[in-house]
């Protein structure tokens, strides 16, 4: 588990986080996403240990990386946005580097690098270069890099940008396989279609600020429906308003959207009660709400409360 | 045994059939250039021919190439791997130190091996002495080049051709001077009134420089992974220098122009070198606003442990510095009448200090702090190089006193008006302060 308490980190003349808290479950795939400058990969560079926050605690497994950094580097994973490779080595001698500087022992060296490669699809790529890699294949390379030490907690910044869609599909699967094999991973990234493909909970950043920080519906115990009117009605918002069964409420005077039980019979209650108070209902469905529109939903809330949640 | 990977890496992309071939190709034509126009000798041709391809393969290409260790990580964005492995900080020191100049090592090895068996001296102690200094220099300026890198990353992680031309220039400066034993003039050493030979006075020379540019280096990278550092090493460092330049004084009457027959020269050696450390470590450490908040805010709180690993080296140096100036006056003869301009050049010269650290603040606690530090150098320039010729220019000389800290006028004037300047700098600084807290 990772848990995150009172971060604060400032740059010359900025807040790049302003008193972040938050935990991450273990097991999850969890999306950090935020408009440019939200503080996205300062936030992954605090997680890494490879930057000091002004203040706050971050505790990975229990273990407090501010106080012993190097310790936590056993724990970690990290995958920058700009990252590098040494060019001139190749990708065997680049794994096999990765493994000795994350304390492998010579023994097990060949037994990782199998493992990286099968994850990864490199096998075939073993003896090349990693300056003759294509860009795809230079981020799994450096992907099975980052987990050459078979991490606990793998964070990867912007991990599928500039790839193409089919290498993009093949990260969501790995992503889920490394998950299935018990990593909690965090991944930042602007493509929202691309992080809803495996992504179980969604962390947003504005302005330094965590502004929601849930499971994504596909993961919730309950499902989204969509209620819409054929006329404005006011029993829409009283009776959805009151009721504890239902969250994530977006209501209008003809149109709702909320977080509601999986149970048809309590479904059918709800229906029954709307229909009973006259509202005119002409669409009651259920919604599959993806990244892309929690993330707009979470954003405009956010902006019509004008404060942090 | 498993080898340290960052010397392994660096085999890996170094070392090459093809590379360790060449090499002596190389070397050995033009070794073997010079046996032949030295009428098949092997003697004062080779030796020199040897000693200058040492020079150029250790020195200049091996120094360029530890200086460049770290900065192409950064450039290539692979150092925050390194920094996020389970490599020890002496695991990478040694390993970029050692392992980035691997291959200029191979050739100057070839190098020294030529000029020991041409060597001209007779005593076979002797060479093997010199051929010590001369690898120990090489180590001296890639541990200089390596750790001036390491504290330009601390302030600004990029980097531009000409800051690795001067980290190669400061290795060479550092370490040149002590190749100067191939020439072997048979110069004595009078340090702490004890004669030593040159060869064994810069033999145990670049030793102790040698560990401490590898200590400091040490040091950086474990900055660099997010360790702790005391102030201890420093503090050892700093006391090192001063007792290092206190012996070249030891029984003589005077340090430089600055003849001081009421004090001991050796404890003003000392002193001054101190003082030195303090605008060196000015210039090398970071300023910035943040940085210095953060430490404000540890001596506020009362966490003198994190204060002292977080605080600047220079501000750590004051104390040593005003030690060595009290000592300087209470070693003073008092029953010199000289007594008051030391009192005077010490006081002065503390004052003056603290201005100038005044001015370098007041440059980083500015909003654009791009080109702070070479704002305080043009400061520096003005206030103890232009400034005092124009008033010497206008016959004015006694004016100088409010840049210089004079010793032959009135001890009570020198010491007010750098008295003055530092309460005015000292204003400024806190009102900036101020102002960019507020902000």
Redesign the interface.
């Known amino acids: 588990m990772i848990n995150v308490k009172n971060l604060i980190f400032?740059?010359?003349?900025t807040r790049a986080l302003d008193d972040v808290s938050f935990t991450i479950r273990e097991g999850s795939i969890t999306a950090l996403v935020g408009p440019n400058g939200a503080g996205k990969t300062t936030l992954l560079r605090c997680l890494?240990?490879?930057e000091?926050p002004?203040s706050g605690c971050i505790l990975m497994n229990g273990t407090d990386i501010l106080a012993d950094?190097?310790a936590t580097?056993?724990l970690?994973g990290?995958l920058?946005d700009?990252?590098?490779?040494?060019?001139?080595?190749t990708v065997r001698?680049c794994l096999r580097?990765?493994a000795?500087?994350?304390?492998i022992?010579?023994d097990r060296h060949e037994q990782v690098i199998a493992w990286c490669v099968e994850q990864l699809e490199l096998a075939d790529r073993l003896e090349m270069k990693a300056g003759s890699l294509s860009r795809g294949q230079r981020q799994r390379l450096a992907i099975a890099?980052a987990i050459v030490h078979e991490p606990k907690f793998l964070l990867l910044d912007e991990p599928a940008s500039g790839l193409d869609p089919e290498a993009r599909h093949s990260l969501a699967v790995l992503f889920r396989r490394l998950r299935d094999n018990g990593m909690t991973l965090l991944v930042s990234s602007h493509i929202l279609s691309e992080l809803e493909e495996y992504s179980t909970d969604m962390l947003v950043l504005r302005s330094g600020r965590i502004i929601e920080h849930a499971p994504l519906a596909g993961n919730r115990p309950g499902t989204f429906l969509e209620i819409k009117l054929a006329s404005p009605h006011g029993s829409l918002r009283d009776v959805l308003a009151v009721r504890d069964n239902v969250a994530d409420l977006c209501v209008s005077d003809d149109q709702a959207t909320f977080s509601f039980s999986i149970d048809p019979a309590e479904q059918y209650r709800l229906l029954k009660e709307l229909l009973d108070r006259g509202a005119p209902i002409c669409s009651f469905s259920e919604q599959r709400q993806n990244l892309q529109e929690a993330y707009l939903k979470t954003v405009k809330n956010e902006g019509m409360q004008g404060g942090v949640k | 045994m498993?080898v340290n990977?960052?010397f392994?890496?660096n085999l890996?992309?170094e070392i090459s059939p093809f590379r360790l071939i060449s090499m002596p190709v190389v070397l050995g034509a033009v070794i073997y250039l010079a046996y032949v126009t030295d009428d098949n000798q092997m003697a004062k041709g080779v030796s020199s021919v040897s000693a200058g391809l040492f020079f150029l393969i250790s020195m200049v290409w091996g120094t360029k190439l530890a200086s460049e260790s770290i900065m192409n990580?950064i450039r290539?964005?692979?150092w925050?791997?390194?920094?996020?492995?389970?490599?020890t900080p002496w695991q990478l020191t040694w390993g970029k130190l050692f392992g980035s100049t691997v291959y200029t090592w191979y050739g100057a090895l070839i190098c020294i091996c030529f000029f020991g068996l041409s060597a001209t001296v007779c005593n076979p102690g002797n060479i093997l002495k010199t051929m010590l200094v001369l690898m120990l220099s090489a180590v001296l300026a890639h541990a200089v080049s390596l750790l001036a890198s390491l504290m330009s990353i601390q302030k600004g992680r990029k980097f531009n051709k000409s800051q690795t031309a001067a980290m190669l220039i400061l290795g060479i400066v550092v370490a040149g001077p002590f190749m100067n034993i191939v020439f072997d003039s048979g110069t004595t050493f009078r340090w702490f009134s004890e004669n030593y030979s040159e060869i064994d006075f810069l033999l145990g020379s670049v030793l102790a420089y040698a560990f401490w540019a590898i200590a400091g280096v040490y040091r950086m990278i474990r900055l660099e992974?997010?360790?702790k550092n005391g102030p201890w090493l420093w503090f050892c460092f700093v006391l090192f220098m001063m007792l290092y330049g206190a012996g070249f004084f030891h029984g003589s009457q005077q340090v430089g122009s600055y003849a001081m027959p009421a004090s001991s020269p050796a404890f003003f050696a000392a002193y001054c070198i101190s003082l030195g450390a303090i605008y060196v470590m000015a210039f090398a450490e970071r300023k910035?606003?943040?940085s210095l908040q953060?430490v404000v805010r540890l001596g506020s709180a009362g966490n003198w442990r994190r204060f002292l690993e977080r605080a600047p080296r220079w501000i750590l140096t004051l104390p040593i510095t005003v030690s060595a100036g009290i000592a300087v006056l209470i070693t003073a003869d008092t029953a010199n009448s000289d007594a008051n301009r030391n009192i005077a050049f010490v006081v002065a010269s503390l004052l003056f200090m603290s201005r100038d650290m005044g001015i370098m603040l007041f440059c980083n606690l500015g909003?654009n702090?791009r080109r702070a530090d070479m704002l305080f150098v043009l400061y520096l320039v003005l206030l103890y190089g232009i400034f005092p010729a124009i008033l010497s220019a206008m016959k004015v000389d006694n004016a100088t006193l409010l840049f210089w800290p004079r010793v032959d006028l009135h001890p009570v004037l020198v010491c007010v008006a750098a008295l003055l300047e530092s309460l005015a700098m000292a204003t400024l600084v806190v009102l900036r302060w101020k102002k960019r807290i507020a902000?």
Do not use: C, N
């Open positions: 400032d740059y010359p003349g890494a240990a490879l000091e002004v950094p190097r580097h056993r970690i990290y920058s700009f990252f590098g490779l040494y060019e001139d080595l001698q580097y990765a000795m500087s994350h304390g022992p010579d890099q | 498993s990977p960052e392994r890496r890996w992309l990580e290539d964005h692979t925050d791997g390194q920094r996020m492995s389970v490599i992974l997010q360790m910035d606003l943040l953060a909003k702090t902000e």
